[in-house]
Nanobody, 117 residues
Framework: QVRLVESGGGLVQAGGSVRLSCAAS????????MGWHRQTPGKQREFVAR???????FYADSVKGRFTISRDDAKNTVYLQMNKMQPEDTAVYYC???????????WGQGTQVTVSS
């Protein structure tokens, strides 16, 4: 019953910036965690960043200091500001929602981000 839709992906040069957004719709528990994962062909999906409904954030070491995750609860939207991008950041980025009370996990369909050198 929950749907996540990502947007904002595209092509960017190394050193540039991209901002992703993920809009959630449906009935969502107040206590939850939203985050971003990414995946490249032939590799497992890896964690990028997460933020709780209380505003607590956590980042993967590979993106810490370059990426910033935020959320707008009024719009049920989570953002990922990506700065100083590197070719290694090229991947499909997926939005994730984890609802604490029900332990329901939801995923978006993903958005492609490509960084050229």
């Amino acid at each position: 019953q929950v749907r996540l839709v990502e947007s904002g992906g595209g092509l960017v040069q190394a050193g540039g910036s991209v901002r992703l957004s993920c809009a959630a719709s449906g009935t969502i528990s107040g206590a939850n965690t939203m985050g971003w994962h990414r995946q490249t062909p032939g590799k497992q999906r890896e964690f990028v960043a997460r933020i709780t409904s209380g505003g607590i954030t956590f980042y993967a070491d590979s993106v810490k200091g370059r990426f910033t995750i935020s959320r707008d609860d009024a719009k049920n939207t989570v953002y990922l500001q990506m700065n100083k991008m590197q070719p290694e950041d090229t991947a499909v980025y997926y939005c994730r929602l984890d609802q604490w009370t029900t332990r329901r996990e939801s995923w978006g369909q993903g958005t492609q981000v490509t960084v050229s050198s």
